[in-house]
């Protein structure tokens, strides 16, 4: 099992590009999350989806979009890129949440937007 | 603001010695998790605690809930230097399932 892999790594943006972060889960989870991580300021919920083809947003949605299309996949679109988007951004998948299911990490995209 | 505090920001401690960590709230939650993030990866569970006054041990790490489910703590005995990483409190409010996650206390262990 790969678990979370999440690609690119590392991207540096101009202001104004749009990107793809590409997030994939191999452990059947139907939940995933993205959530990006600034200093200082713990992880912040950006969308999840319960399942194909079901999104929502979470608390900071704002210039971000997703799709669920497969169980599998769960690719986060910047449009527009602003310097208040330079973040590290997570992947996280886990079963249907009982309060007491663990999330599973991804290694993280380090984005700046210059 | 955040919904769950945590403190302190910052520790850095001697290879031996004990430290706590704190992580505090007004809200009531149904179930806290403490998670470990080393540099340049993702946070990995450490443990998940579901009953007010609930105490958790592995290994050198102790985890308790208060009694309110407003409050956790993570104590840590005889630090070692592998125990250097950001210490992530996250909590489910009873009226959900998402995880609301504390800002993070960076620990550091001097050999």
């Known amino acids: 099992n790969a678990g979370v892999t999440q690609t690119p790594k590392f991207r540096i943006l101009k202001i104004g590009q749009s990107m793809t972060l590409q997030c994939a889960q191999d452990?059947?989870?139907?939940?995933m999350y993205w959530y990006r991580q600034d200093p200082g300021m713990g992880l912040k919920l950006i969308y999840y989806?319960?399942?194909?083809?079901?999104?929502d947003k979470g608390e900071v949605p704002n210039g971000y979009n997703v799709s669920r299309s497969t169980t599998e996949d769960f690719p986060l679109r910047l449009e527009l890129a602003a310097p208040s988007q330079t973040s590290v951004y997570f992947c996280?998948?886990?079963?249907?949440?009982?309060?007491?299911?663990?999330?599973?990490f991804g290694p993280g995209t380090r984005l700046t937007v210059t | 603001t955040q919904l769950l505090e945590q403190s302190p920001q910052f520790l850095s401690i001697q290879e031996g010695e004990n430290l706590t960590v704190y992580c505090n709230s007004s809200?009531?939650?149904?179930?806290l998790q403490w998670y470990r993030q080393e540099p340049g990866e993702g946070p990995v569970l450490l443990v998940t605690?579901?009953?007010?006054?609930e105490v958790k041990k592995l290994k050198r790490l102790t985890f308790q809930f208060g009694d309110a489910r407003k409050d956790s703590s993570l104590h840590i005995t005889a630090a070692q230097p592998g125990d250097t990483g950001l210490y992530l409190c996250?909590?489910?409010?009873?009226?959900?399932?998402?995880?609301?996650f504390g800002a993070g206390t960076t620990v550091t262990v001097r050999a």
């Open positions: 996280a998948s886990s079963r249907p949440p009982t309060g007491v299911d663990e999330q599973y």
């Open positions: 452990m059947n989870h139907n939940y």
């Open positions: 989806s319960v399942g194909a083809g079901i999104t």
């Open positions: 809200s009531v939650f149904s179930s």
């Open positions: 605690v579901v009953t007010g006054g």
């Open positions: 996250a909590g489910v409010l009873s009226n959900d399932y998402k995880l609301s």
